[in-house]
């Protein structure tokens, strides 16, 4: 007679309350296709396409200057961002109180429907008044903590009330970057810690939340680049929560010797650590929300140059939807940093190559731009949005893939796909005695996941094999899972630890 006769089985079953995924270094993020092949890492970016966005500072006619400007570089914005403060209008009447709606207006009296870009607003909090509904007349930053207390709710609440009655498509970007000394919004300008900033953006969200507002999108955006680059000043710090983020933003610049250190930074240099790090951690596309660089020797170190690797290499980054380039001089100075692609100050709207004597720089962005891979639509949020996060290597995974059941019970396992570039089928293949069934077997790129649930019924113990097969053009992978049946399982649950 043998033990299982006489003791039954039994099976521990712990459950982590999250998943820790980190990012090794030299990890590729190409995925592994059949027979070891790579998978082509652009899979999202040749379906979904990267955005063709751009900063243009606004002027009179900011309807023409947007028509002049694809004109000019050959391709319509799918986005366009302006910078807008917290002072709204006193003297004007009902809602435009709180927005201003004359550039919105230039661009639907300038441009079809069928060509108006979505509009990104870099929101910020600077220079309330008692008038437009803060408590007081602010200066200069409104401190995040009066925010927090309220003291602007009525003009937070008349932009949203305003932004809800238009048309546009918007895409809110509140408080940018954060996570630096220059930031007049900065933490550390009032010795607070990054739990200030997370609550001040919930606290706004909450409002548009309140008032219904389903025409804005949220951009979280920080600076590729904490600085003070200290444990506590980290930008996932201020992350406020997947439930009140839309879009990662993020901006960086190669400043070359416009600013200390002076070093010339390439696109990987600034960018590539960091956005693959965000998509270790947050299921949420992505936004190169402003990226510029100054003009170096001209050889070496050449801005065209410069343009041509970066938007080569963009559409490598799977979660990556948008790359907004800012078209204007640093802070709107002419004295300072030169991140031009095309003149941008006339007050008529009209624009002009640049450099002057050969336009080598907006030659550099038209043909960088005109990869089909950059689109004039921006994707639906929905579609852009990953079903998880992704931190490189196989593009496909199977979670939980051991499972502890009873002999009749069933479980819940989750699949996942990101990356791919062609249409799938999914199979699942289940042991003997067991079955297990996909609500759908059809993923198109270039992502998807599905639940398959496994159940036994009766099933006698011990350990059994299966797995779910994917196939398409080029491509058939089996995903395993192994199912211990047990006479009975215990449940022990452990806490939440992130580390």
Not at 197 to 207: D, F, G, N, S
């Amino acid at each position: 007679m043998g033990i299982r006769s006489v003791l039954p089985r039994i099976g521990v079953l712990g459950l982590l309350g999250a998943s820790i995924y980190t990012w090794r270094a030299g990890q590729a993020w190409e995925g592994l296709g059949p027979n070891g092949s790579t998978l082509n890492p652009s899979g999202p970016a040749q379906v979904l396409g990267l955005a063709h966005a751009i900063h243009l500072r606004p002027t009179l006619n900011y309807g023409q200057e947007i028509m002049d400007f694809s004109n000019l570089v050959g391709k319509r914005p799918a986005v366009v961002m302006y910078f807008l403060d917290w002072q709204g209008d006193p003297n004007a009447s009902g809602l435009e109180r709180y927005f201003d709606p004359y550039l919105l207006n230039t661009i639907s009296n300038t441009l079809p429907v069928s060509a108006r870009p979505a509009i990104m607003l870099t929101w910020q909090p600077l220079h309330g008044r008692r008038a437009t509904g803060c408590a007081q007349d602010y200066p200069g930053a409104i401190p995040l903590l009066d925010i927090l207390d309220g003291k602007c709710d009525s003009y937070i609440q008349g932009f949203a009330q305003a932004l809800k009655k238009r048309p546009e498509r918007f895409l809110l970007r509140f408080a940018h970057e954060m996570n630096i000394s220059d930031s007049p919004w900065w933490v550390g300008h009032i010795g607070a810690d990054p739990s200030l900033y997370v609550a001040v953006w919930r606290h706004v969200h909450r409002i548009f939340e309140e008032e219904g507002v389903s025409n804005v999108e949220w951009v979280w955006s920080p600076n590729y680049a904490s600085n003070p680059p200290d444990p506590w000043n980290d930008l996932h710090a201020y992350y406020p929560g997947d439930d009140v983020v839309d879009w990662i933003g993020l901006s960086g610049y190669n400043w070359y010797t416009t600013r200390p250190p002076g070093i010339w930074r390439t696109f990987p240099e600034l960018y590539d650590a960091v956005l693959k790090d965000l998509a270790c951690s947050y299921p949420k596309p992505q936004i190169i929300a402003e990226i510029g660089s100054v003009e170096g020797d001209g050889a070496t170190f050449s801005k065209a140059a410069w343009i041509r690797d970066a938007y080569s290499r963009a559409p490598s980054y799977p979660f990556l939807r948008v790359i907004q380039w800012f078209n204007d001089y640093a802070y709107a100075d002419p004295s300072s940093a030169d991140f031009r692609v095309t003149t941008s100050t006339a007050q008529d709207g009209s624009v002009q190559p640049l450099p002057p004597s050969s336009g080598a720089w907006t030659s550099a962005y038209r043909d960088a731009i005109g990869d089909p891979v950059y689109t004039t639509t921006l994707p639906a949020l929905s579609v852009a949005t990953p079903p998880s996060r992704f931190c490189g290597g196989d593009p496909f995974t199977l979670a939980p893939n051991f499972l502890l059941l009873p002999r009749t019970g069933e479980a819940v396992v989750s699949i996942t796909g990101i990356g791919y570039t062609v249409s799938l089928t999914l199979t699942p293949m289940p042991p003997p005695g067991i079955s297990a069934t996909l609500p759908g077997n059809l993923w198109n790129p270039p992502w998807a996941a599905s639940s398959l649930r496994i159940q036994t019924a009766n099933t006698p113990s011990g350990s059994y094999t299966g797995g779910v097969r994917i196939q398409g053009p080029g491509l058939s992978r089996t995903l395993p899972f192994t199912v211990e049946v047990v006479d009975r399982v215990y449940s022990i649950w452990i806490p939440r630890v992130r580390r």
